[in-house]
């Protein structure tokens, strides 16, 4: 059996350039590390990621594309390191209030419409990319959750980028009306800190309280 403290790691399959692997039930892990050249896609039971022993539970990727296609749970502050040229993709929803740190130098995308996370991000060193905008019948269900949300604290720093590849990631408007009937103390606030940008091929919705600290 796998236990919370466990390292749990994926090997290279010779000759098998993807696997996908289906978890059976629940699973709880503080350390999940991929090297892999193998292409794996995890799917099934839902993923928490716990602290173990005071430790910061953790997802290292440092070879490979990988996805995660099942359910994510973050109950604890948890780190996604992504290593340069690398990737991870979250393509399930996405749950939990705790922070969430992605670092790296790589990739981390996330497409699905159905996370409720709520926590803080941050992103340095590493690229954050949003796909699967919210919809009018589900405006706080984005790839990442509601990230206007209020009190939620959204950081760009120390070469980090977040790209938004649809529109209304940000929540659901019907016109500008109803964006400026929303006061900005309601909505999440943005840091764009040295070397950090923020970047879309689509168009921005209800985003404000932007604070640039060097970024751009």
């Known amino acids: 059996p796998i236990s919370t403290g466990d ?3 994926f090997p290279t399959l010779s000759g098998t350039a993807s696997q996908t692997v289906t978890i059976g039930e629940a699973l709880t892990l503080g350390d999940l590390y991929l090297a892999s050249s193998t292409a794996y896609t995890l799917s099934g039971g839902q993923l928490t990621l716990a602290a173990f022993a005071g430790k910061m ?8 594309s990988h996805t995660f296609a099942m359910p994510v749970v973050l109950n604890d502050a948890a780190a996604i390191s992504v290593s ?23 990739a981390v995308t996330a497409n699905n419409t159905g996370s409720t996370f709520t926590g803080d991000v941050v992103v340095s060193n590493a690229t954050l990319k949003l796909y699967g905008g919210v919809s009018e019948l589900n405006p706080t269900h984005g790839s990442l959750g509601n990230l206007q949300s209020e009190g939620r604290v959204i950081t760009i720093r120390d070469g980090g980028g977040l790209f938004c590849g649809a529109h209304d990631l940000f929540g659901y408007v019907h016109d500008s009306s109803t964006v400026r009937s929303v006061p900005s103390t309601t909505k999440a606030q943005w840091h764009i800190g040295p070397n950090g940008t923020l970047g879309t091929d689509n168009a921005f919705n209800c985003l404000s309280n932007i604070v640039l600290d060097a970024g751009t």
């Open 57 to 64: 539970p953790s997802v290292t990727v440092v070879g490979g």
């Open 7 to 9: 390292r749990v790691t």
């Open 84 to 106: 340069t040229n690398q990737a991870l993709a979250l393509t399930g929803a996405v749950s939990g209030s705790a922070p969430l740190v992605i670092s790296g130098g790589g």
